[in-house]
């Protein structure tokens, strides 16, 4: 009998860039508006293909959400490794906090997450939601040693980003703005005329 090993790494290959270019396309218009053939021809290949990869739209979508979820954690993970063993729980969630102020200066993952958030009410969406917050919160608890009303506040932080970053409200010079900024780091959105990458 022949090995299948090959065919299943290539297609596992092809899933991948499939999802990471799912990212992007979903992030410009969201799940209703972004059809399947979009997202098949950003990674290259026929939307048939994208079916055999993945269960429907929803099911490429819901791959999508989860790579976010997959690389927040990275980045988590990363931010608390600069943080080092000594620090304090505040110092590294304050570390993880910037790992993650810089990976959302990707506003394909920032609008990624943006756009579920709107679909919620799908069942499929808002389980992968609750997942991906379960999984971020557990981490943020497990690599920090905070308790909870510093992982509560650090998660709220993380939402008010998502705010300054959709916004670009750091390029705002006004009251209003600068009340939601203060204190804040993020990485300067890039002109909104500039190409996406």
């Known amino acids: 009998m ?11 290959a092809r899933r991948a860039v499939v999802i990471d270019r799912a990212v992007a396309v979903f992030a410009k218009n969201g799940y209703h508006a972004t059809p399947v053939a979009d997202v098949a021809a950003a990674a290259g290949i026929s939307q048939a293909y994208v079916f055999r990869l993945f269960e429907g739209k929803l099911g490429l979508f819901v791959a999508a959400l989860e790579r976010c979820y997959a690389r927040i954690e990275d ?11 000594g620090g304090s729980p505040a110092e590294v969630l304050e570390a993880m906090g910037d790992a993650y102020a810089d990976l959302i200066a990707d506003r394909d ?16 969406v808002l389980a992968a939601m609750r997942r991906g917050y379960a999984s971020v919160v557990s981490l943020a608890y497990a690599l920090s040693g905070a308790n909870r009303d510093q992982v509560q506040h650090f998660m709220a932080m993380g939402q008010l980003c ?32 500039a190409p996406s990458a």
Do not use: C, Y
Request: overall charge negative; proline content about 7%; charged content about 30%.
């Open 2 to 12: 022949e090995s299948t090993e090959p065919a299943r790494s290539t297609a596992e």
């Open 162 to 193: 998502h705010l300054i970053v959709a916004m670009d409200l750091d390029s705002v010079d006004e009251t209003w703005a600068r009340t939601l900024t203060k204190g804040m780091r993020h990485v300067p959105a890039p002109p909104r005329d």
């Open 75 to 85: 980045a988590l993970r990363e931010g608390a490794r600069k943080a080092g063993d």
């Open 109 to 124: 993952l920032l609008m990624m997450q943006v756009h579920a958030q709107s679909v919620a009410d799908v069942p499929e």
